[in-house]
Nanobody
């Protein structure tokens, strides 16, 4: 059974940093795109950033230049380095991966999310 498990969330003061990690496990043959999304209270889930297996990166918003996405293909892990955090970054951060696994089809998988809270 394929699982995505996020870690690294927590409570930090504005201006601080956090590094999120997401590891995919299970029967996985290949992962194409991995990404991070977030959902703030009362808002829809939104894209933060994605990264392909080859390292092509897309950030959803230029204001997110404070964030850096990276990936370790050997470990099936994606990271999100977040700097200069602001209270408006408070949200549950979800990991997503499009992968070819035990079902023998390309499919999207989601983690359960990790809470990030930024205090002012």
């Amino acid at each position: 059974q394929v699982q995505l498990v996020e870690s690294g969330g927590g409570l930090v003061q504005a201006g601080g940093s956090l590094r999120l990690s997401c590891a995919a496990s299970g029967i996985i043959f290949s992962i194409s795109v991995m990404g991070w999304y977030r959902q703030a209270p009362g808002k829809q889930r939104e894209l933060v950033a994605t990264i392909t297996r080859g390292g092509n990166i897309n950030y959803a918003d230029t204001n997110l230049e404070r964030f850096t996405i990276s990936r370790d293909n050997a470990k099936n892990t994606v990271y999100l380095q977040m700097n200069s955090l602001k209270p408006e970054d408070t949200a549950v951060y979800y990991c997503n991966a499009r992968l070819f696994g035990e079902k023998s089809v390309w499919d999207d998988y989601w983690g359960r999310g990790t809470q990030v809270t930024i205090s002012s």
